[in-house]
C-alpha cells in the first residue's frame, strides 16, 4: 500500500490582479515522482512556492505523514524536510560548488570555519548522487547540467523528504535527463517523495506513476499514467482537444534571403563554416547537440560576437554585418535562448519589454508613439496568449513560460527579414507551442526567412524545410527535411559523417 508522504489541500493565492490559485489539492506518497503539468501560468510554480516557504497561502492546509503543518518560511521548509530546485538558477556563479551546496551553513571547527570539513561533506553527498564534480570548481565554469547537479546536491543536502524540481530539463540534453533520472530514482529508493513539473510529456510516462493536472489555477484532476493516453492528458491541460502537434503548411520558397560563407571565429571554441543560406520564405532547422557551437554560429551572423572572417550577402547584394545594430539595420532579428541575461529587462513591463527591439519604428521625430507601443504590446499578447493582467505588469511576476512568449514577441515584432529563434518553444506548454509555430508560418508566407535553432528533434522536422546539423562548430551535414530521420540527424550531431552512416551500424 502506498503511504502518503505529504497533502495540500484547498490552496487560494491572489496577486493583484491574478487569482494563480483557486481551491487547489496535492498529494505525494513516500518515494512517489509526481508530475505535476500545465499551461504556462496554470499555477505550477505558485503551488509548489507554497509548499516551500516562499510565499504563504490566503487559505487551505498542508499536511506531512498525516499532521498539519504551517510552513510560514523558507528555513520552516528545510526544517520539515521540504526543499525545491527553481525554474530559474539560483546558484552564485563566482562561489565554489562546495560553499553553493552550504551556502549560509559553513562546517565549524570550534569556533572556526572549518572549509576543508565542507568540501568533504560536499563530495560525500555529491558521490552518494553519482555526481563527478569537483567541489573546489567555481558555479561559473560549469555547464549547464552540472549547475543542475549541484542544485540537486545542493536540495539534497537539507536531507529533505520531499523534493520539488521546478521543470529541471528544460535546459538538458536527453544524455543529461537520463543521468538527472537515475539520481531521481536513487532518491525514490531511499523514499524521497519528489514533484516534477515538465511541459515535456514523453518525460512524464518515463519517471512519474502519477500525474496532477492545473488549469487557470484551477486543480482539474490527478491520473495513474498507466490508465492514460498522451492525448487524453494533453486535452486534460489545455482544456480542449489538440489535433496536431504541428500545423499542416505548403510553403512558398523563393530566392536566396541570406548567404554567409567563410565564418571563421575563435570564442569558445572555434568555430569554422564554409557555406549556408538560408531562402524567403524558408524555415532553417539548425541541429546539433548542446554544446556544439550552433548558438555561437548564429550569434556571429548576428554581430553579437567578434570574427576572424565572415562574408554575409543580403538579396545577393555583399554586406557587412560588424555590430548587432548593423545586423538588425539589415533586416536580421535575434530571439535569444536566454532570457534572464540577455532577453528580458526583468524589472520592467511587458509593454516595454514587447516593443524594446523596434523602437525605432514605433517613434516619431526621435519620440516614441506611446498608443502605437501599447497597441503592439496588446496585439502580440493576444497572438501568443500570454498570460498577465495587463501589459503594464513587471515582467519578473509573469510565469517563467509567459517571460518565453515575451522574448519571441520582442523579436517577431520587429518587422525582420531574416529571424534567428534560439530554442524558441522552451518551457513553453503544448498548447502554445502550436501557436508560435502558427505565427511562424504565417511570417514564412509573409516571406521572412527563418533560422531555427532548436534541440528538440520533432520540432525540427515539424517545423523546418531544410536542416543543418551542427558538429564541433562546423556544419557536418545539410539534409531535406522530408527526407531524413531522427536517427540521421543524431547521427551527424554526434560527429560521424553521411556515407558512414548508411553503411555502419550504430552499435557494433
Ligand atoms: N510574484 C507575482 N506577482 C504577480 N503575479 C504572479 C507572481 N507570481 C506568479 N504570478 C502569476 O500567477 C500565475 C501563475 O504563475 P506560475 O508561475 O505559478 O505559473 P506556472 O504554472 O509555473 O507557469 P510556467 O509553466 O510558465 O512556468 C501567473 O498568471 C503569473 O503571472
Ligand atoms: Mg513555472
Known amino acids: 500500500m502506498a503511504e502518503e508522504l505529504f497533502r495540500m489541500e484547498g490552496i487560494c493565492k491572489s496577486f493583484p490582479g491574478v487569482k494563480a490559485l483557486d481551491n487547489v489539492a496535492l498529494s505525494v506518497n513516500k518515494g512517489e515522482v509526481h508530475g505535476l503539468v500545465g499551461e504556462n501560468g496554470a499555477g505550477k510554480s505558485t503551488l509548489m512556492k507554497i ?29 520539515l524536510g521540504i526543499s525545491i530546485i527553481f525554474q530559474e538558477m539560483t546558484l552564485c556563479r563566482h562561489m565554489t560548488v562546495a560553499d553553493n551546496i552550504f551556502i549560509g551553513r559553513p562546517a565549524h571547527k570550534g569556533p572556526l570555519i572549518d572549509d576543508r570539513q565542507m568540501h568533504k561533506n560536499a563530495k560525500k553527498i555529491l558521490d552518494d548522487l553519482g555526481i563527478n564534480i569537483n567541489t573546489y570548481a567555481r558555479v561559473a565554469t560549469l555547464s549547464v547540467a552540472q549547475q543542475q547537479m549541484v542544485e540537486i546536491a545542493k536540495a539534497i543536502s537539507y536531507n529533505s523528504r520531499i523534493l520539488v524540481l521546478d521543470e529541471p530539463s528544460a535546459t538538458l540534453t536527453e544524455r543529461e535527463i537520463q543521468q538527472l533520472f537515475g539520481i531521481i530514482r536513487n532518491l525514490q529508493k531511499k523514499g524521497v517523495g519528489m514533484v516534477y513539473i515538465s511541459h515535456r510529456m514523453e518525460e512524464l510516462s518515463q519517471i512519474c506513476e502519477r500525474a496532477s493536472v492545473l488549469r487557470d489555477g484551477q486543480y482539474i484532476g490527478t491520473r495513474n499514467l498507466k490508465d492514460i493516453t498522451m492525448n487524453e492528458l494533453v486535452n486534460m491541460i489545455v482544456g480542449r482537444p489538440l489535433e496536431d502537434k504541428y500545423p499542416r503548411y505548403e510553403r512558398k520558397i523563393g530566392e536566396v534571403a541570406l548567404e554567409v560563407n567563410n565564418l571563421k571565429a575563435h570564442n569558445r571554441l572555434p568555430l569554422n563554416v564554409d557555406h549556408f543560406y538560408v531562402r524567403k520564405g524558408e524555415i532553417l532547422g539548425i541541429a546539433g547537440l548542446v554544446g556544439a557551437g550552433r548558438t555561437e554560429i548564429m550569434r556571429c551572423v548576428f554581430g553579437a560576437d567578434r570574427v576572424e572572417s565572415m562574408d554575409v550577402k543580403i538579396d545577393g547584394k555583399p554586406v557587412k554585418i560588424g555590430s548587432v545594430i548593423q545586423a538588425i539595420d539589415h533586416g536580421l532579428s535575434y530571439a535569444t535562448e536566454d532570457r534572464k541575461f540577455d532577453g528580458l529587462a526583468l524589472g520592467l513591463d511587458v509593454e516595454y519589454n514587447t516593443n524594446m527591439a523596434h523602437l525605432r519604428q514605433l517613434s516619431k521625430f526621435g519620440f516614441v508613439n506611446d498608443k ?35 522574448v519571441l514577441s520582442k523579436w517577431l515584432c520587429n518587422d525582420a527579414k531574416i ?31 527563418i533560422i531555427m535553432i532548436s534541440s528538440e528533434l520533432p520540432e525540427i522536422l515539424g517545423m523546418s524545410d531544410r536542416v543543418l546539423v551542427i558538429h564541433e562548430g562546423g556544419i557536418n551535414g545539410e539534409l531535406v ?14 560527429g560521424y559523417n553521411k556515407m558512414e552512416s548508411k553503411a555502419t551500424p550504430m552499435i557494433s
Open 372 to 406: 502605437a507601443g501599447a497597441r503592439n504590446a496588446e496585439r502580440y499578447r493576444e497572438k501568443l496568449r500570454t498570460k498577465t493582467p495587463s501589459i503594464r505588469q513587471l515582467t519578473k511576476n509573469l510565469s517563467g513560460g509567459n517571460q518565453q512568449k515575451i
Open 419 to 449: 529571424l534567428i529563434v534560439d530554442e524558441p518553444t522552451r518551457g513553453i506548454d503544448v498548447g502554445a507551442k502550436f501557436e508560435i509555430y502558427q505565427l511562424f508560418n504565417q511570417l514564412s508566407d509573409q516571406g521572412v526567412a
Open 481 to 494: 527535411t522530408k527526407e531524413t530521420s531522427q536517427e540521421e540527424i543524431l547521427y551527424l550531431a554526434a
Open 51 to 79: 509548499m516551500t516557504g516562499v510565499y504563504s497561502a490566503d487559505a487551505g492546509a498542508i499536511y506531512i505523514e498525516g499532521e498539519r503543518v504551517d510552513i510560514d518560511s523558507v528555513a520552516k521548509a528545510h526544517e
